[in-house]
């Protein structure tokens, strides 16, 4: 796939430039390297929201807690 990215920044270039250099690639690897690593971070960011909303299901499932105060204090005189 190949694509045209028009009107970069020019810190944004002077970055990745940077970092294509102390990483030893050329610059289209450290652009596809970048594009590699933000997208495997989004992916994990969406997983971690179902996660979230699967827990607050499960959460929203389970029986309300009664106070725990009167069971430990039972447990305590023992």
Do not use: C
């Not at 979230?52 to 299901?57: I, P, S």
Request: glycine share 2%.
């Amino acid at each position: 796939m190949n694509i045209t990215v028009k009107n970069l920044p020019e810190s944004v270039y002077r970055v990745i430039k940077r970092e294509a250099k102390k990483n030893k690639r050329s610059l289209n690897a450290e652009i596809i390297q970048t594009l590699e690593t933000e997208a495997a971070q989004a992916e994990r960011r969406r997983k971690l929201g179902d996660l979230r909303q699967e827990l607050e299901r499960f959460r929203a499932s389970l029986p309300p807690l009664d106070d725990s105060a009167p069971l430990i204090r039972r447990d305590r005189q023992r």
